[in-house]
T-cell receptor
Framework: KQEVTQIPAALSVPEGENLVLNCSFT??????LQWFRQDPGKGLTSLLL?????REQTSGRLNASLDKSSGRSTLYIAASQPGDSATYLCAVEPSGSARQLTFGSGTQLTVLP | GAGVSQTPSNKVTEKGKYVELRCDPISGHTALYWYRQSLGQGPEFLIYFQGTGAADDSGLPNDRFFAVRPEGSVSTLKIQRTERGDSAVYLCASSVSGSMNEQFFGPGTRLTVL
């Protein structure tokens, strides 16, 4: 059974810092990995999707990498801003017939002004 | 609409009651998913539809939970004889098709069972 772990569970940084969020998964048989952002009381906003054949994806100040063989992904946020404060979730879609995402518990990020 | 919508946004009910939660996916998306999120946890898969049929319902916790998608668009998640442990945020997502496509999530329905 696929298990997804996110470390740290919570992170607080001053504005302007670059930071890295970590995601690990136990089964490397995946189609893709997605990073999401969730604001309190809200749904999930997709940030980046990395296909299993890709190594990284970039969108603005965000860069996500994927090392499928070692079961790891990182989300790099450059020049953090208070508006980046949210919970960040990673999720993997398994290869094979299953289509559902398996999520980690998230990293709660606070960027202090 | 532009995104996935869910109604109601909040639902408070009493233990033992029946509830229905609705999801309107993005137009043209054939795949639809239901997830459940408890406080402080990531969402957990419940059921996946491809078109009108439930392609995978392995995440439904027990037979009190049922979901339909009769015309391949709107879906309804139905919970019978609700229990306090059913309290959670129920999230719906849709994608263009089932495999290797980005899933887009709705805002969720917060269900509270008293």
């Amino acid at each position: 059974k696929q298990e997804v772990t996110q470390i740290p569970a919570a992170l607080s940084v001053p504005e302007g810092e670059n930071l890295v969020l970590n995601c690990s998964f136990t089964d490397s048989a995946i189609y893709n990995l997605q990073w999401f952002r969730q604001d309190p009381g809200k749904g999930l906003t997709s940030l980046l999707l990395i296909q299993s054949s890709q190594r990284e994806q970039t969108s603005g100040r965000l860069n996500a990498s994927l090392d499928k063989s070692s079961g790891r992904s990182t989300l790099y946020i450059a020049a953090s801003q208070p508006g980046d404060s949210a919970t960040y979730l990673c999720a993997v879609e398994p290869s094979g017939s299953a289509r559902q995402l398996t999520f980690g518990s998230g990293t709660q990020l606070t960027v202090l002004p | 609409g532009a995104g996935v919508s869910q109604t109601p946004s909040n639902k408070v009910t009493e233990k033992g009651k029946y509830v229905e939660l609705r999801c309107d996916p993005i137009s043209g998306h054939t795949a639809l998913y239901w997830y459940r999120q408890s406080l402080g946890q990531g969402p957990e898969f419940l059921i996946y539809f491809q078109g009108t049929g439930a392609a995978d319902d392995s995440g439904l916790p027990n037979d009190r939970f049922f979901a339909v998608r009769p015309e391949g668009s709107v879906s309804t998640l139905k919970i019978q004889r609700t229990e306090r442990g059913d309290s959670a945020v129920y999230l719906c997502a849709s994608s263009v098709s089932g495999s290797m496509n980005e899933q887009f999530f709705g805002p969720g329905t917060r269900l509270t069972v008293l």
